[in-house]
């Protein structure tokens, strides 16, 4: 099934005789539409993907998503994919993938990063291409191992190790190395700390969380959601289509169905321990550094139809914010906040025209500080420029099956994550339904975006 | 309070002097036998140190911007020019003239005009000189004043204020004297000051940071170098470099925040002690940035001050 046999698509009239279709553009936008999607259980760090890679995980990922829709040797339009932890070996990462996988070789692929909307930016710049008849088909794709980071030298050492391969006599090699002290070869690992502050992104979210007064009761009841709730959904079958099993997990491994209020009111708070208000963010109520990958397929109406494949949504519209986390203006993790307005307004929609709201569980006060942002009268005049407060959603349609807290937030895979469940939420519930998302980032980014069902 | 000085002399140097013959210089200076604890208002030297073509140097400047959080640009970050004028401040400071001792003076506060920007191709006129000796409750304090200049024109102003301890001023009068000057081992701010604030940032400054602005800014003073040479200046571990946390504050304000012509001021408290974790906010106060740096721990402010724009 290579694409060039699809010669009864509408954007096909200006064809050369030999060369494979590409799409020509009449600059009329049709509809992405979000066929399905496949991703490997989520590990916590350290545990059952230890060994994997990211490229491992990537090519698993989307090996499961050719066999459940038949791909197998298929040229797809572009698979766009990547990592927040990236080893510099892996500059193509998402075309070695590929190469790895049951597609066709001649798949071309390109690696996106946006730190932990790099999955959603993946998805939305795909839809975009094939809503330009650029695409046909696309393929967008997130991976991240934090067990199998890339640990680099000491600045000072790479320094001199870069010296020392530019020296060109004996002379200048032996002056190079004898520069090396002990000290330098001490390795640094990668943190989740960002580079212009030295907080890490819970301290960050700490900050926030005690500008908002968020409780530490509120913060744990919506970890404790998160759980149960995505605990029914594997109950129920929901991930049965969703998910190819990996390294013998079947469900994310962080999953605690069990938890308790009383549980996560045991654990010791993590973040915001050195502020001067009680410190409430936990293990329990932050998500867990994870392992993990995530693929979603994207196409055309012509191009699903003449596979016979389902559409489940439409991807309708995207927008991205950030904000100045640096001078302590905004919080680093609501970015999220400041873009829905914009994508509202865009689309003439109000905050409650949504059935699904799918707001990334960083920590769970992050979703709570966004809650809190958009039901503030003064934060939505003073510093979004409205009218008023966009005001509360029905909690009841919160990440309904349960989100990062519970599943684990393998940064780039989280986009795809979200994505292919809410495409299916969508399609069960039926036409006109319509689901928001929200997708914070480090660097104080965040990509949110709307489905509708298709 | 220059008004009654008589003529200054300018003395113009070949070059850059090299910070560590004067530093040799200092030591032998500052030890002298004789020298007297007691100082005239009008003791300080009417001379004015002049290097002319000072050509920064592209690697120098890359290895400092590294250093303190600079973004890799041909403008040169105002600290870097404060480290191209502090050999010559130095060399002011090592002249048998000069009455206060090199060692173990403490930097208190430090005022730079940046009029306009620098870049590594301009070819920089350093002048220096001293003035404003004045009383300080635990010692004498003095402004080192460097005027830094490129095509005739004033682009940098800085002004450095150091406290020798222990030392008189036998005419002086603190109290006209209405510049912050704060004793670093005296209780400094109020409780106000010391009211909790959010912090946008956390550095931890491990304990090598004295010796790596050291081997960057040359100020090899070893208070900052070596936790022996410390205690012996009364400090319980080697201290950070006042100039590295105010430059990595202006730069985490930003070139955008910052503009291309502007003040920046700091008024160091309480020296940092290395290795440390200090919590750091910095945020627009509506006329400008204000910044502050505190110890995460016992909350006590270490320095502050503020980036403001020049009209």
Redo the contacts between chains.
């Keep these: 099934m290579a694409e060039s046999r699809s010669t009864s698509t509408s954007t096909s009239k200006a064809r050369s005789p030999k060369a494979t279709p590409t799409p020509t553009t009449d600059g009329t936008p049709r509809r992405a539409v979000v066929v399905g999607g496949n991703r490997i259980p989520f590990a916590r760090a350290g545990g059952p993907y230890v060994r994997a890679s990211n490229q491992d995980m990537l090519t698993a990922a989307l090996d499961g998503l050719v066999a459940r829709f038949g791909l197998a040797g298929e040229r797809i339009g572009s698979v766009a994919g990547g990592a927040v932890l990236k080893h510099s070996k892996d500059f193509n990462l998402t075309r070695e993938a590929v190469l790895g996988s049951a597609l066709s070789p001649e798949t071309p692929a390109y690696d996106v990063q946006m730190a932990c909307a790099t999955g959603m930016e993946a998805i939305v710049g795909l839809s975009n291409k094939i809503r330009l008849g650029q695409l046909e088909s696309g393929i967008a794709g997130g991976v991240d191992s934090t067990s199998d980071a890339p640990i680099v030298v000491s600045d000072a050492l790479r320094t001199i190790l870069l010296d020392l391969s530019r020296a060109k006599t004996a002379q200048q090699k032996l002056a190079a190395v004898a520069r090396i002290r002990p000290n330098h070869l001490a390795p640094s690992a990668p943190t989740t700390g960002e580079p212009r502050t030295g907080l890490s992104m819970g301290e960050h979210q700490a900050l926030t969380t005690a500008a908002f007064g968020i409780s530490r009761e509120a913060q744990d009841e919506l970890a404790m959601a998160s759980h149960h709730n995505l605990a029914a959904a594997y109950d129920a079958g929901f991930f049965d289509d969703l998910l190819t099993p990996y390294r013998k997990l079947t469900r994310d491994q962080n999953l605690r169905p069990d938890t308790s209020a009383e549980k996560l009111a045991k654990l010791k708070p993590v973040f915001g321990t050195q502020l001067e208000t009680p410190a409430t963010m936990t293990a329990g109520n932050s998500t867990p550094l994870s392992d993990g990958a995530s693929t979603v397929l994207l196409a055309s109406d012509e191009w699903a139809a003449e596979r016979g494949l389902p559409v489940l949504a439409t991807v309708v519209d995207a927008e991205a914010g950030a904000t100045d986390f640096v001078h302590g203006r905004d919080g680093l993790l609501m970015a999220g906040a400041h873009a829905v307005p914009r994508l509202l307004a865009r689309n003439g929609l109000t905050l409650q025209d949504f059935d699904f709201y799918e707001i990334h569980e960083a920590f769970a006060s992050t979703v709570l500080c966004n809650l809190a942002i958009w039901e503030s009268e003064e934060y939505c005049r003073e510093r979004l420029g409205l009218d008023g407060a966009l005001g509360p959603i029905d909690r009841s349609k919160l990440n309904v099956h349960g989100s990062s807290l519970a599943a684990g937030h393998p940064f780039a895979a989280t986009g795809g994550r979200i994505v292919a469940s809410l495409a299916k939420m969508l399609a069960e519930k039926g036409p006109g339904s319509r689901g928001l998302i929200s997708v914070c980032a480090a660097g104080g980014q965040a990509v949110v975006a709307i489905l509708e069902a298709a | 309070m220059t008004a009654a000085r008589p003529e200054p002399v300018v003395v113009a140097l070949a070059g850059v002097p090299s910070l560590g013959g004067l530093y040799a210089r200092g030591v032998a200076g500052s030890v002298r036998p004789g020298r007297s604890r007691t100082v005239r208002s009008d003791d300080l030297p009417r001379t004015r140190l002049h290097v002319g073509g000072v050509s920064p140097d592209p690697a120098h400047l890359t290895d400092y911007q ?1 250093l303190v ?1 600079e973004t890799g640009s041909d403008v040169l970050p105002a600290g870097f020019v404060h480290v191209l004028a502090f050999p010559v401040a130095t060399a002011l400071m090592v002249r048998g003239e000069f009455p206060l001792p090199l060692l173990g003076m403490v930097h208190l506060a430090n005022h730079v005009e940046q009029r306009r920007p620098l870049t590594v191709t301009d070819e920089l006129d350093i002048e220096v000189h001293a003035e404003g000796l004045a009383a300080h409750r635990s010692g004498v304090s003095v402004d080192l004043v460097a005027t830094v200049r490129a095509d005739d024109d004033v682009a940098w102003v800085g002004r450095s204020t150091y406290l020798a301890k222990g030392y008189q001023l036998s005419d002086g009068d603190a109290a006209d004297d209405d510049r912050p000057r704060e004793s670093p081992d005296a209780p400094t701010a109020p409780p106000t000051a010391d009211a ?1 604030l ?7 400054l491990a304990a ?1 940071t004295g010796r790596r602005y050291a081997a960057v800014s040359g100020d090899q003073n070893p208070i900052h170098t070596n936790p022996l040479a410390a205690k012996a200046f009364g400090f319980p571990r080697a201290i950070a470099h006042g100039m590295y946390t105010a430059a990595r504050a202006l730069a ?3 070139p955008r ?1 910052r503009g291309e012509a502007f003040t920046w001021d700091v008024t160091f408290a309480k020296p940092v002690l290395l290795p440390s974790t200090v ?6 106060d509506g006329a400008g ?1 204000a910044f502050r740096v505190w110890s ?1 721990r016992s909350g006590r402010t270490h320095l502050e001050g503020a980036v403001r724009p020049l009209p």
């Excluded at chain 2, 919590?279 to 627009?284: F, G, Y």
């Design positions: 590294r959080g909790p959010a912090p946008t940032a956390r550095w931890r090598d985490e304000v930003g925040a919590d750091v906010r910095i945020a627009d940035h995460s």
